[in-house]
């Protein structure tokens, strides 16, 4: 029988005078513009800080790095939705850890996810504040490493959103 754990998770938007284009430019800058081969980075039989050193060549001035992208855009267009839309999974392992080893259950939401889209006038930056949805019981450990991935992504909003 399945175990059923019920959290809310806090959604946060920023919104920006930028196009559609120059946000995504914005944090493609800081971010990378090609997804890092993480897999590939952890094929090699040294230690940690081996590991460390490896990962820390891809991280951007923000602390984070992009895995992946999903054009949203492409196939919602296709059901007759004209709007640009992109998700964007970016993270740091070296900070994943930091939360990981209090609560595996943390790698659900690290990881994290953040959707730019086209607004009138300009264009939104969302995601889902990860503290939100990392800590569904009392671990102050993981609340503390949560809430510091917490302002690291907001201060990467705020950055490619101004």
Known sequence: ?????RFNGVRVRYDSAKSYH???AALL?????????ISGI???DGDWQEYQTRVERYIGPS??????TFDHGVWISKAGIE????????????IA???????????LFAPVELLILDEDGGSSLTYVKPSSLMVVDDNPPLQSAAEALDAKLAALAAKVTG
């Not at 800058?29 to 081969?37: L, T």
């Open 1 to 5: 029988m399945p175990t059923e754990t």
């Open 22 to 24: 120059e946000l995504v």
């Open 29 to 37: 800058a800081d971010i990378g513009e090609q997804p890092v081969p």
């Open 42 to 44: 952890s094929e090699f």
């Open 63 to 68: 602390g984070f790095m992009l895995f992946a």
């Open 83 to 94: 709007r640009k839309a992109l998700r964007v999974i970016l993270g740091n392992p070296l």
């Open 97 to 107: 850890i930091t939360m990981i080893r209090h609560d595996a259950t943390a790698g």
